[in-house]
């Protein structure tokens, strides 16, 4: 897979257009001022929980300004904003996600006498996907389900924070906020003028353009 | 921007809030605690506002009460996924069983208005056979209602929602003309047409309850795609900016940030009023008649909580039925790429469909179901694709970057009743000191086969019309009902055809809970439609001196 990309073109750029409304900047200006700090995480377990985030999305090397994953991870967590249930198997997010950075750092120990932060990226990910099947064992998972643990809560909230960030949208060439202009052209290789327009091989500066005027 | 929802009530002092106007308010009439009312109505969904309206119209007085805020969408709506799960249930809730229900958007609300705010307007109804499909088809049980007189109140309810839906309905008895002009396909409706031709079934573009045209102070739908997120334009036609301001001009009065804990009874079997705990306290309003409206989680679980030395297995349950046979419909999907842009997130989610499957029986299995168009936004889709594919890091951002060229159809279905499928109270307890509901379901061998059948069609009509690299996402369920069932007996239902409890009289539930058995497409015209019969049969009962 080669990555699609859509030049120049910044969802944030219809912040003050008719595509934005009061509610939708009010909303996306309080995530982008997200503390970058901890609350909830011990500076030590929030270490940890970015090393995780840098797996599970990572971004590219020569981007200006990362969506602080694990800070959104911990904004969550510490505002008490919940998801409206709770598998039976998984203890409250908070306390699933403590035990399960501390046995990251555990697992990290044993096989490498180093912490999970430390690991190179292909060690982490041997790590995570041995989570993700269920393969991990030992009294430092406190019983958590590996599995229900790493795709519904690990992936969930990772993947929740990201996708919810404009620098995502922007990536994935998504029109993000549409009230109240919402759209006109419907039918398929179609776009609006203030949607993305993708930089196809020959027409990246003609993408370059049309990104520029997504107003 | 003006006041938070959340901080504090805003219908109160004698107003509530004009959803149609940016800081507006329109005059409301009050009730005091003491004061005896006819109706107190729980929840303000599909089925509580619908009746609130309804009552109101008829002269009785009612108080409506609801947990959630009281938004103005013009104000208080984002287009964005993440600042709109304010509408959703996000209060604590355990789920267990063999395939525990995913809690939150796809299945509730908490606002004012209840899931319609943020339901996606498919606005259908159920296949005649369903109201009999004990007798007539041979599975699951008898609804107490008949479909000739269902069909009539579908008729009012398509009306008093400004219905947009094609000139002739392909599938059952002929209906009415839809009050307003189908909706234009997008280019995902576009795929599903295709794949339905290509298999020689029919489609059609879905019945909508979002305006094609003007509508008293509501413009037409603007295609921005968040329907599933609260519409913010006004162009859907939910309980909130529909059947509540009736309500409210007719004289109802609404309670929003009302959480409603207890329903109280006398030392006999007639309920007296509703506790409730609104502004930092608990409070008690004195009512002659008490409707549940909360929905199939939260109903089953006030009349558990409500529970005397002389109701001890909860209110309303000497059947034993309250909470029991809860149904989640299938919502499976089969995924894949287009060589076209599709760009999915433009227009409502949904804007055709095939109920092929839901009137044609040549099946090994019981139950039916359709299939719709998508538009997942970005969160959702890629919840979709770690869940269904597995995949995370690099592979998930890479395949991420082809969401406009993603098609896709996703199925609503029918769950079969089961007594093992339950709501009950936890050991857990909410803010408000009350045992929190604990969800089980498992999937039955009849589910398994009814989804198998959905997955193998979807995706064939998928390959038919060219869409590559498919995938099938099979863990997914939404709408419920089943928990506080109607029935034409008391040993094996909770509630008579009109949404009266068998054992307290001046008791009603009125809302999805009440389904037998959900049918194979989505509930919401169905419950309003059984609101408005229930308002009618209120009516004439209290005409004969028998409420």
Not at chain 1, 33 to 52: Q, W
Not at chain 2, 62 to 75: K, M, Q, S
Not at chain 2, 122 to 127: D, G, Y
Request: hydrophobic share 35%; net charge negative; aromatic share 10%.
């Amino acid at each position: 897979m080669t990555e699609r990309s859509f030049p120049g073109y910044d969802v944030l750029d219809k912040r003050d257009t008719p595509s934005w409304n009061d509610a939708t900047r009010s909303a996306i200006d309080a995530r982008l001022a997200v503390p970058r700090e901890p609350r909830f995480f011990s500076s030590d377990e929030f270490a940890t929980l970015e090393a995780v985030c840098d797996r599970i999305l990572p971004q590219p090397a020569d981007r200006q300004d990362p969506v602080p994953l694990a800070a959104y991870v911990d904004a969550k967590i510490f505002s008490g904003q919940l998801d409206g249930y709770r598998f039976d198997k998984l203890p409250p997010q908070g306390e699933a996600w403590k035990i399960g950075l501390a046995a990251l750092d555990h697992e990290a120990r044993d096989r490498h006498n180093a912490r999970f932060r430390d690991l190179s990226r292909a060690d982490r990910d041997n790590i995570l996907r041995e989570m993700q099947q269920g393969r991990l064992e030992g009294d430092h998972w406190q019983g958590m389900p590996l599995k229900l643990f790493f795709m519904k809560r690990v992936v969930h909230d990772v993947t929740d924070a990201y996708y919810g960030h404009p620098t995502a949208w922007s990536e994935i060439g998504f029109g993000g906020p549409a009230s109240p202009r919402g759209y006109v052209r419907m039918d398929k290789n179609r776009r609006d003028p203030w949607e993305a327009a993708e930089g196809k091989p020959g027409q990246e500066e003609r993408a370059l353009v049309e990104n520029k005027h997504v107003v | 921007m003006s006041s938070d929802p959340f901080e504090r009530p805003r219908a109160a002092n004698g107003r509530a809030p004009d959803v149609f106007k940016t800081g507006g308010w329109i005059p409301m009439r009050q009730h005091r605690d003491v004061d005896e009312v006819d109706f107190a109505i729980v929840g303000t969904g599909a089925g509580g506002g619908t009746l609130a309206a309804r009552l109101a119209e008829k002269g009785f007085s009612v108080v409506a009460f609801d947990a959630g805020p009281y938004f103005r969408p013009l104000e208080d709506f984002a287009s964005d996924e993440t600042a709109q799960e304010k509408l959703y249930w996000n209060d604590p809730r355990v789920v267990q069983g063999a395939d525990p229900i995913v809690m939150g958007g796809k299945n509730s609300g908490k606002t004012v208005g209840g899931s319609m705010v943020h339901f996606a307007m498919v606005s259908l109804r159920f296949r005649p056979e369903w109201f009999k499909a004990r007798s007539t088809l041979g599975y699951g049980a008898d609804w107490p209602i008949g479909w000739e007189e269902m069909w009539r109140y579908y008729d009012q309810v398509e009306r008093d929602l400004s219905i947009s839906g094609p000139i002739t309905y392909p599938w059952g008895p002929p209906r009415p003309r839809y009050p307003y002009r189908p909706h234009p396909m997008n280019a995902a409706a576009e795929v599903l047409a295709r794949g339905c031709e290509a298999m020689g079934m029919k489609w059609t573009p879905t019945p909508l309850a979002t305006v094609s045209a003007p509508r008293g102070e509501a413009h037409p739908c603007v295609y921005r795609g968040f329907c599933r997120f609260g519409c913010s334009t006004n162009a859907k036609q939910s309980t909130l900016n529909t059947y509540i301001p009736r309500a409210i001009r007719a004289g109802a009065e609404i309670r929003d940030l009302a959480m409603v804990g207890r329903i109280e009874t006398d030392a006999g079997d007639r309920a007296t009023g509703v506790h409730y705990h609104r502004d930092g306290q608990w409070r008690f309003q004195k009512a002659r008649n008490v409707i549940v409206a909360g929905y199939a989680v939260e109903s089953p679980r006030l009349l558990l909580n409500s529970a005397t030395d002389r109701h001890r297995d909860g209110l309303a349950n000497s059947s034993g039925l309250v909470g029991k046979n809860l149904m989640t419909q299938p919502n499976q999907a089969v995924y894949g790429k287009s060589k076209d842009e599709i760009r999915w997130n433009k227009g409502p989610p949904s804007l055709a469909i095939t109920e092929h499957w839901n009137y044609d029986d040549e099946k090994d299995f019981h139950g039916g179901y359709c299939w719709m168009g998508q538009g997942p936004l970005p969160i959702e889709w890629a919840k979709t694709m770690t869940t269904s594919r597995g995949i995370w890091g690099d592979e998930l951002r890479l395949a991420m970057q082809d969401y406009n060229y993603q098609v896709g159809v996703k199925m609503v279905g029918e769950c079969l009743p089961s007594e093992n499928n339950r709501v009950e109270l936890a050991d857990q307890k909410d803010r408000y000191g009350l045992p929190v509901a604990k969800i089980t379901f498992g999937w039955s061998e009849n589910d398994k086969a009814l989804i198998r059948h959905a997955l193998d069609q979807m995706e064939m009509s998928m390959e038919a019309a060219g869409v590559t690299d498919l995938f099938r996402q099979e863990e997914d369920a939404n709408h419920l009902g089943g928990t506080v069932k109607m029935g034409d007996d008391r040993r094996s239902s909770v509630l008579d055809a009109d949404c009266r409890s068998w054992d307290v009289p001046n008791l009603f539930v009125c809302d999805g809970s009440v389904f037998p058995t959900v049918g194979g497409v989505n509930p919401s015209l169905t419950i309003q439609a059984i609101a408005l019969r229930t308002a009618d049969r209120i009516e004439q009962l209290a005409a004969h001196g028998d409420l």
